[in-house]
């Protein structure tokens, strides 16, 4: 069992940045793949990022590569990631989730846990 608990959300301007963190619960964090979605209103949730389990593998949507940066410490069970240059179409409700293996991981039924999420959003 695994409990995912996200912060660092906020408001921010266009162009700015802010990182999100999120907590896990257990000493088997080390071995989830972590993720981080998104929803805007109105629309389907959708993958961010992907980070395996020893960090070592990342996997980015086209939507945010290059702006965005997952990581992972072990050590403190903690999953971030990284925004920069944001802008207003980033606004959403950002979650992170843990899955057991490095696949499928654009499908958010293959995630096992999830967290409350974290609320960002970027004016323009």
């Known amino acids: 069992q695994v409990q995912l608990v996200e912060s660092g959300g906020g408001l921010v301007q266009a162009g700015g940045s802010l990182r999100l963190s999120c907590a896990a619960s257990?000493?088997?964090?080390?071995?989830?793949?972590m993720g981080w979605f998104r929803q805007a209103p109105g629309k389907e949730r959708e993958f961010v990022a992907a980070i395996s389990e020893s960090g070592t593998r990342t996997y980015y949507a086209d939507s945010v590569k290059g702006r965005f940066t997952i990581s992972r410490d072990n050590v403190k069970n903690t999953v971030y990631l990284q925004m920069s240059g944001l802008k207003p179409e980033d606004t959403a409700v950002y979650y992170c989730?843990?899955?057991?293996?490095?696949?499928?991981?654009?499908?958010?039924?293959?995630?096992?846990?999830w967290g409350q999420g974290t609320q960002v959003t970027v004016a323009s």
């Open positions: 989730a843990a899955k057991g293996a490095w696949s499928t991981l654009l499908d958010n039924s293959g995630y096992d846990y």
């Open positions: 257990g000493r088997t964090f080390r071995t989830y793949v």
